[in-house]
C-alpha cells in the first residue's frame, strides 16, 4: 500500500511528540486535482471504521478507501531538494508528475 522511509518517520515521530499527537494515527490523503495530478495532504487523527491501516516503520497510517486507491504503491520519504530546507516528498507511481529517481 504505502512504505514510509526511516527518515520521514523519524521526521513524523518528532512532528507527533512536538504537537502532543504521540499515540495517533498518520493519516494520509491524496485527491486527483482537474489535470489528474494529484494533491497530498497529511495530520495526525483517529481512525474511523471505514479506513484502511496499515504499519510502516512503525507508523500507523491510515487512509481512506478513496485515497487509497491514489496511494497505491506510493512511498513516503523526508529528504532535502533544497538546501537548508527539508520536507516531505510523495514517490507515487499514480501521479502523472511524478519522475522515479535516477542513479547517477
Known amino acids: ?3 514510509i522511509t526511516p527518515a520521514a518517520a523519524s ?3 518528532l512532528s ?12 494520509i490523503a491524496a485527491t486527483r486535482n482537474s489535470d489528474e495530478t494529484v494533491h497530498y495532504g497529511m495530520g495526525f487523527d483517529v481512525s474511523k471504521e471505514e479506513d ?3 504499519t510502516s516503520e512503525d507508523i ?6 478513496v485515497s487509497a ?7 513516503l520519504d523526508f529528504v532535502e531538494i533544497e538546501s537548508g530546507k527539508p520536507q516531505f516528498i510523495f ?7 511524478y519522475t522515479p529517481p535516477t542513479e547517477e
Open 1 to 3: 500500500m504505502i512504505k
Open 11 to 13: 521526521q513524523i515521530k
Open 69 to 75: 486507491e491514489i496511494l497505491k504503491n506510493t512511498t
Open 60 to 65: 500507523e497510517v491510515i487512509i481512506s478507501p
Open 91 to 97: 514517490m507515487n507511481p499514480n501521479d502523472p508528475e
Open 52 to 54: 484502511i491501516s496499515v
Open 16 to 27: 507527533a511528540q512536538q504537537g502532543s499527537s504521540e499515540g495517533m494515527c498518520l493519516r
